[in-house]
């Protein structure tokens, strides 16, 4: 409870710094559009046994971005997005193999600071910043019971907020004084233990994503 606590009021005080930002009105340029992508998802375990294996998940990102314009180098932007995230684990326990997919959706909510390298008609940047996701759904497909995989709900057995702080680069492309297509892969490292079952072991979210978006001037 008390790392949740202390996740909130990081949240919020960057919420805070991004209101400052927009109240102060710096710059007069506000961007939004959507973005959407894929997600490499995968699990750290902390008490994994030995001969388990975990694959990256492929999902689908799709979301929206308003982007505030600080000046000709600087942003913040806020990213809210459905996530699909989770891991694909393989183990041997003896005499078989078991393999479970487990499959996360997020409402994420990231919250980045981005500099930007003004190369017209090309500018590169890179971008850093909390991300808060908000459960949505959990489930597992495992063959661990029976040879034929059943898929069960996993919803009770992990926390409905989760953490992460991503750090990306990419490059936009200005069609016109209005127009910016945007290009840009991610790292999205989970610091925060999603797991709700008591000395089941740590367990926290890693990402990879790669997202094409679309902004235009308000």
Known sequence: MRSLINISKMFIFVLLVFTTFVNQKLYSQILIGPKAGLS?????????VSSATNSYKIGFLVGGVV???????????????????????????????????????????????KVRLELLPLTPYVTIGPNVGFLLSAKAESNFISPTPVEYDEMSNYKKTDFAIDLGAGCEYR??????????????????????????????????????GLLTTL
Do not use: C, W
């Open 67 to 113: 982007e505030f314009r600080i000046n000709d180098m600087f942003s913040i932007q806020a990213e809210p997005a459905y996530n699909q995230k989770g891991s694909d684990i393989s183990f041997n326990p003896g005499g078989y193999q078991v393999e479970t997919k487990n499959r996360f959706g997020y409402l994420q909510i990231p919250l980045t600071f």
């Open 175 to 212: 069609m016109s004084a209005s127009l910016i297509y945007t290009a840009d892969i991610r790292y999205s490292l989970g610091i925060y233990d999603i797991h709700n079952v008591p000395d089941g072991g740590s367990v926290k979210t890693r990402g990879i994503q790669i997202l094409l």
């Open 40 to 48: 490499f998802g995968v699990l750290s375990i902390s008490d994994q």
